[in-house]
């Protein structure tokens, strides 16, 4: 046989075993099942966790329990999310016999997204990257809040999250979790440390929640930063001029109006009214892409004195 068909077909067998665990469960890629292998980064998440023994821990995406494993002599309790029935027999598995199977692990199963969370103090997993977004934000407005999050995120999502104004992925992840979060890129993971590997490189970040939280409507934040960054690089006052959404806010003003028994003036003019609330804060000629969380803070402030909202 040619040395190229030999090769070639050792590649296609590592292939074949790298989406394959050791007891024989196939890893299903269309749910980011991309186990990490490396007990090095694996030691280093949970050293970085800095967990208590009193601590009681969320995995998400727990797999075939290399992580839960190591978590599971530090901490109280591990509650594992896995949305695979058939990792979760092989999680329970691994961890049957052991002195953890019975008091120390809780198991979820099903969607963590849709799941009611229970209070944990700490968040450690590395998680399916295309439930990253809303996972973060789901984390971010549980309540109590927890300590902190160590995460494993897809690269460019986590380089988005600590991005800062002016930078090119600065964008509205990295506004929307700074609001509520102190975030910090901790090391970068390659993708030969997982199975099988993902197509992309990996970062592991830091979520500390920011407690107390601030005093805002975040979905009325939200609703302001989406707008902004619809064109970030664009003017604020730019933004602003498009029609429907000037009709929008004309509607919400409509709405805020009817809840405070307000008679809306007859000279009113939503769009004088937005110009009016640019000038006075002094953010008409500035761009989402270069304006810091204290920047969309005044914004806000400043539209809804004018009775001008955005959810």
């Known amino acids: 046989m040619p040395k190229e068909r030999v090769r070639n077909n050792q590649e296609r067998r590592t292939k074949e075993e790298n989406k394959v665990s050791s007891s024989g469960v196939r890893f299903n890629k269309d749910l980011g099942q991309h186990i ?40 109280k309790l591990v509650i594992a999310c896995e949305l695979d029935p058939r990792l979760v027999a ?14 120390k692990l809780q198991v979820i199963v099903g969607d ?4 009611d969370l229970p209070f944990f103090d700490l968040c450690v997993a590395n998680i399916p990257y295309q439930i990253s977004s809303p996972l973060v934000f789901k984390l971010l407005l549980h ?13 460019e999502f986590a ?10 992925l600065y964008c509205r992840l990295s506004v929307n979790t700074q609001l509520l979060a102190r975030v910090d890129h901790i090391m970068k993971v390659g993708k030969n440390n ?9 970062s592991v970040v830091r979520i500390e929640p920011l407690n107390p939280p601030p005093q805002i409507n975040f979905t009325e934040w939200d609703g302001l930063v989406r707008i902004c960054f619809s064109r970030k690089s664009k003017t604020l006052a730019a933004i602003f001029k498009n029609n429907k959404l000037c009709d929008m806010l004309e509607k919400n003003y409509n709405t805020y109006c009817s809840l405070n028994e307000m008679e809306k003036p007859e000279d ?19 761009r989402a892409r270069a304006m810091d969380i204290d920047d969309f803070l005044s914004l806000l402030y400043t539209f809804n004195c004018k009775g001008i909202h955005f959810a």
């Open 268 to 286: 009113f003019d939503i769009k004088k009214y937005v110009d009016d609330a640019l000038d006075e804060c002094g953010m008409g000629l500035k």
């Open 112 to 115: 963590v997204i849709k799941a």
């Open 90 to 103: 092989e999680l329970r598995k691994r961890v049957q016999g052991t002195q953890y199977a019975h008091s």
């Open 159 to 168: 380089l988005r999250l600590v991005a800062k104004p002016g930078e090119k």
């Open 194 to 202: 997982f199975r099988p590997p993902p197509k992309v490189e990996s």
């Open 36 to 75: 990490l292998k490396n007990p090095l980064v694996v030691a280093s998440m949970v050293e970085k966790a800095a967990i208590r023994p009193s601590d009681t821990v969320i995995e998400i995406g727990p797999g075939t329990g290399n992580l839960t494993l190591k978590l599971l002599e530090k901490c």
């Open 143 to 155: 309540r109590p809040i927890f300590r902190c999050a160590i995460i494993m995120f897809q690269r």
